[in-house]
């Protein structure tokens, strides 16, 4: 049985623009940086394209959010910035995955809040882990000391899963009040 292919049309393109933009705001206006630890809710537009869109929409506001974020930042565009705009997109691609596979049960992962919680402390679990693999490649680059990143860590799982327990409470009515008005019928 072939596989059907999901079309993109301008609906989705306009949303994942404002997505993008979403993400860009949240990361660079309403976020809490020191040089190890960042607390931000830029998750909270991926995950909610990939609960619309999919893993590869997500994916793409993912990285493209994050791009745009890194070449406006203070590092601007450099040698390391493809490390960091791919730890992002993983978030996107296990909540992406995940509600693929509730909707192919015939639901929508926000009417299974259960598995939407794990889904998205499993997405920000890997993200981190992702964004310290990062660290240690940019230690190694620019030849800089990875032991303060390690004293750190810890830290930086525990405010990604609460962060990812807080983008979760939002999203599940957020996309319940999105599919009652209308505004996501051209996202199946």
């Not at 998205?120 to 660290?135: E, K, P, Q, S």
Request: proline share 6%.
């Amino acid at each position: 049985m072939p596989v059907k292919r999901k079309k993109w049309n301008i609906s989705t393109v306009c949303m994942m623009a404002l997505l993008i933009a979403m993400m860009f705001l949240l990361k660079r206006f309403a976020a809490i940086e020191t040089p190890h630890m960042k607390i931000n809710f830029a998750s909270l537009p991926v995950v909610l394209a990939s609960m619309m869109f999919g893993p590869v929409e997500g994916a793409i506001v993912a990285v493209v959010g994050e791009l745009i974020a890194q070449i406006t930042g203070i590092y601007g565009l450099s040698p390391t910035t493809f490390i960091w705009i791919w730890p992002p997109a993983i978030r996107a691609l296990v909540v992406g995955f995940t509600a693929l596979w509730v909707r192919n049960t015939g639901s929508r992962l926000e009417n299974r809040p259960v598995i939407c919680y794990v889904s998205c402390v499993m997405g920000a679990i890997l993200t981190t882990t992702g964004n310290t693999f990062g660290m240690w490649l940019d230690s190694l680059f620019y030849r800089t000391s990875f032991t303060p990143v390690l004293f750190i860590t810890p830290a930086r799982y525990v405010t990604g899963v609460v962060t990812a327990v807080l983008v979760a409470t939002v999203c599940i009515p957020l996309m319940h009040g999105l599919r009652r008005s209308g505004v996501l019928k051209y996202a199946d």
